[in-house]
């Protein structure tokens, strides 16, 4: 596709289930980022790939989050035992270049 | 480190009026700066930025942004508004690593006919 794409769009779970969240990149871009958008706020950083190596995870907020980028192209942030602070907007961003990201729709997540 | 703050969280503004968001970075090192907009329902789109040269820099919509080093703000305006630029704006550094953008707490503009 021409942009970012990110799925599910909605995503409702209960207390302590696990969930996946998928980011398609712009096609041939290196650079892949995750924010968390909670909501009335600014997005904040949770990680960054270059091709398949996770060279930051320091925004990452616990050792339930994880993300991964296996062959360099899509990319998919788990959340293990979702908690109600977890409820928010998920982005995903890619790039060629540092100073042009392109963001995805974001992923609104919900948890009851 | 690096903050940004943008001291607005709303601002109701009439149709055709100006307006300006402000925003002020805080940063030991030099930065890049930014202006995203989101739209309802919708991913951040970048407006415009400043990376080097001229201080004054503008989008293809009307709005421009003004750096400012000695007052370390990047605050952005439009001479005139229209319904249409009813979004939330975000202000956003990244540092020379280019690894990752940081965010102000964004500013809803709503524009009233």
């Known amino acids: 596709g021409a942009g970012v794409s990110q799925s599910p769009r909605y995503k409702v779970a209960k207390r302590g289930q696990d969930v996946a969240l998928r980011c398609d990149p712009i096609?041939?871009?290196?650079?892949l980022f995750w924010y968390q958008q909670a909501l009335g706020q600014g997005p904040e950083f949770l990680t960054y790939?270059?091709?398949?190596?996770?060279?930051?995870k320091s925004g990452l907020p616990s050792d339930r989050f994880f993300a991964e980028r296996p062959e360099g192209s899509v990319s998919t942030l788990k959340i293990q035992r979702t908690q109600q602070e977890d409820s928010a907007v998920y982005l995903c961003?890619?790039?060629?270049?540092?100073?042009?990201?392109?963001f995805g729709q974001g992923t609104r997540l919900t948890v009851v | 480190a690096q903050s940004v703050t943008q001291l607005d969280s709303q601002v109701p503004v009439f149709e055709e009026a100006p307006v300006e968001l402000r925003c002020n970075y805080s940063?030991?090192?030099?930065?890049?700066l930014f202006w995203y907009v989101q739209y309802p329902n919708q991913g951040l789109q970048l407006l415009l930025k400043?990376?080097?040269?001229?201080?004054l820099v503008e989008s293809i919509n009307g709005f421009e942004a003004e750096f400012n080093k000695s007052q370390t703000s990047f605050h952005l305006r439009k001479p005139s508004v229209h319904i249409s630029d009813t979004a939330e704006y975000f202000c956003?550094?990244?540092?020379?690593?280019?690894?990752?953008?940081?965010f102000g707490g964004g500013t809803r503009l709503m524009v009233k006919p």
């Open positions: 961003a890619s790039s060629l270049v540092s100073t042009e990201a392109f």
């Open positions: 096609s041939g871009h290196v650079s």
């Open positions: 790939f270059q091709n398949e190596a996770q060279l930051d």
């Open positions: 940063s030991s090192v030099s930065v890049y």
């Open positions: 400043y990376l080097s040269g001229s201080t």
């Open positions: 956003a550094v990244i540092n020379n690593a280019g690894n990752m953008l940081t």
